[in-house]
Nanobody, 124 residues
Framework: EVQLVESGGGLVQVGGSLRLSCVASGITFDDYAIGWFRQVPGKERGAVSCIGSSGGSGYFTDSMKARFRISRDNAKNTLYLQINNLKPEDTAFYC??????????????????WGQGTQITVSS
């Protein structure tokens, strides 16, 4: 059984930082591209960042590239998303997808498995 378990969300003030983690089981983690997405009520799930099995990464916007850092530890089957200088518009439900691919994609439909997600709320 594939399980993707996220943690690290919460309530944070503007300008603060958080690190999201996700531990995967039931898959050969090294073979999977991983993507972080986020969603707010009434809107479609949007891309944040992704990282391929070979380590290549991408970010959806230049602002995310400046403030977000995606990384993976294949030895621990764990993916991380460090978010710095949080803004109110970062408030969303963050979820993590896994796709059997060397190259990552920012299209959520490319992903096969999803974690349960975690909420980030940024207060001003």
């Amino acid at each position: 059984e594939v399980q993707l378990v996220e943690s690290g969300g919460g309530l944070v003030q503007v300008g603060g930082s958080l690190r999201l983690s996700c531990v995967a089981s039931g898959i050969t983690f090294d073979d999977y591209a991983i993507g972080w997405f986020r969603q707010v009520p009434g809107k479609e799930r949007g891309a944040v960042s992704c990282i391929g099995s070979s380590g290549g990464s991408g970010y959806f916007t230049d602002s995310m590239k400046a403030r977000f850092r995606i990384s993976r530890d294949n030895a621990k089957n764990t993916l991380y998303l460090q978010i710095n200088n949080l803004k109110p518009e970062d408030t969303a439900f963050y979820c993590y997808g896994a796709a059997l691919s060397a190259i990552c994609s920012l299209a959520h439909r490319k992903y096969d498995y999803w974690g349960q997600g975690t909420q980030i709320t940024v207060s001003s």
